[in-house]
């Protein structure tokens, strides 16, 4: 598509049909944040924000998001699989840390040995546990699993390996440990919309965690796709400006 702004106007052209919009308006920007998405995808503009001293590899909007979510949850447990450098078990042991309850579980297979030296010193550190492993290996399941007590409300966010088979396998591990009224998330949807762009990979376009989730949402009518309400909202707008396009799945029952 062919964007044309001019600030004199007031106006965004779109070339392709020749429609014109009102710059300041709802539809151009929503136009102008998905191409903002994909060129600061593109920068690596997620890669420059740190969490209680933790790089924390999120998009803004998407971290803030996940803060209402949690707020809004209080789970008991939250499951991350994908640690890297911490920033997001940092961030969420952090807000649970502030509702005076849960824990944060991190998986991955492999943690290395700078970052878990770092998120052991955290001051969150007794709130976090890791656990080393492929996240869909039975015994790594295992492990996760006796870490959950019954009644306790879970979250799940799948951050690790983004190929749409292994999230798919991912989704059928821990689906089931999702408490009814909370979420499992398949993150880093946005690779299906940045297969062309210089850092993207064509495969992408099918091979992703969105294509991942939407082909689980058909098998598991339990689920449905979110995303979570905004419990805050005076503006037209409806949209979120997300990395994570198709990712999160309501647990029905």
């Known amino acids: 598509m ?17 429609t014109e919009l009102d710059l300041f308006g709802k539809e151009a920007f929503e136009l102008l944040s998905d191409l903002w998405l994909r060129t ?10 740190t969490w209680l001293g933790r ?25 991350e699989t994908g640690v890297a450098h911490g920033g997001s078990l940092v961030f969420n042991a952090s807000v649970l840390h502030a509702l005076g ?12 040995p700078h970052n878990r030296a770092a998120i052991e010193a955290h001051p ?16 790594v399941v295992a492990q996760v ?26 989704l059928e591990a821990y689906g089931p440990l999702v408490s009814v009224g909370s ?8 690779m299906r919309d940045v297969h062309d762009v210089p850092r993207g990979k064509p495969h992408w376009i099918t091979d992703n965690p969105a294509t991942a989730a939407n082909e689980f949402l058909a098998r598991h009518p339990e689920f449905e796709m979110g995303p979570p309400p905004w419990p805050f909202n005076e ?10 396009p198709d990712a999160w799945l309501k647990r029905l029952r």
């Open 55 to 79: 790089p924390f590899i999120q998009h803004p909007e998407d971290m803030i998001r996940l803060q209402e979510i949690v707020y809004a949850l209080k789970p008991d447990v939250i499951i």
């Open 101 to 112: 309850k849960g824990r944060v579980v991190g998986v991955d297979i492999e943690i290395r």
């Open 145 to 170: 699993k006796a870490l959950v007590e019954p009644g306790d409300v879970v979250l799940v966010l799948l951050d690790s390996d983004h190929s749409r088979a292994h999230v798919a396998a991912e």
């Open 124 to 139: 969150l550190a007794s709130m976090i546990t890791l656990i080393e492993g492929n996240a869909v290996a039975p015994d």
């Open 40 to 49: 600061s995808w593109n920068q690596k503009y997620s890669y420059t924000f």
């Open 183 to 190: 979420y499992i998330a398949a993150t880093d949807g946005i």
């Open 235 to 244: 503006s037209d707008l409806d949209k979120p400006i997300t990395a994570h």
């Open 2 to 18: 062919r964007l044309v702004i001019d600030t004199e106007t007031r106006s965004l052209k779109l070339g392709d049909s020749g």
